[in-house]
């Protein structure tokens, strides 16, 4: 099985940084996207940014210049580095991996999500 752990999330001002951090764990063959999603209170969860095996990259509209996602594959790792937080960015965010990994004696490909990390962006 896979495990998907973030960290980094917090409480942070307004024009602060935060940087976030998603570690994909268990038989991994290859992992081919990865994003980080948000969910603010009363909204809908939306993409915040991904980053194919190869490196492209794309971002929502409202985070394009302020946030940067990058990826470590020797770590299976996914990070968002966050600059200049506006308190609209108050969300849980999420990790979410598209990868083959070893289930029940198979190769498998899924999609998983982490359990979400809270952003907290206030004076």
């Known amino acids: 099985q896979v495990q998907l752990v973030e960290s980094g999330g917090g409480l942070v001002q307004p024009g602060g940084s935060l940087r976030l951090s998603c570690a994909a764990s268990?038989?991994?063959?290859?992992?081919?996207?990865m994003g980080w999603y948000r969910r603010a209170p009363g909204k809908q969860r939306e993409l915040v940014a991904t980053?194919?095996?190869?490196?492209?990259?794309i971002y929502a509209d409202s985070v394009k210049g302020r946030f940067t996602i990058s990826r470590d594959n020797a770590r299976n790792t996914v990070y968002l580095q966050m600059n200049s937080l506006k308190p609209e960015d108050t969300a849980v965010y999420y990790c979410?991996?598209?990868?083959?990994?070893?289930?029940?004696?198979?190769?498998?490909?899924?999609?998983?999500w982490g359990r979400g990390t809270q952003v907290t962006v206030s004076s």
């Open positions: 979410n991996t598209d990868l083959e990994h070893l289930y029940r004696g198979l190769r498998v490909r899924q999609d998983y």
């Open positions: 268990g038989i991994i063959f290859s992992i081919n996207a």
């Open positions: 980053i194919t095996s190869g490196g492209s990259t």
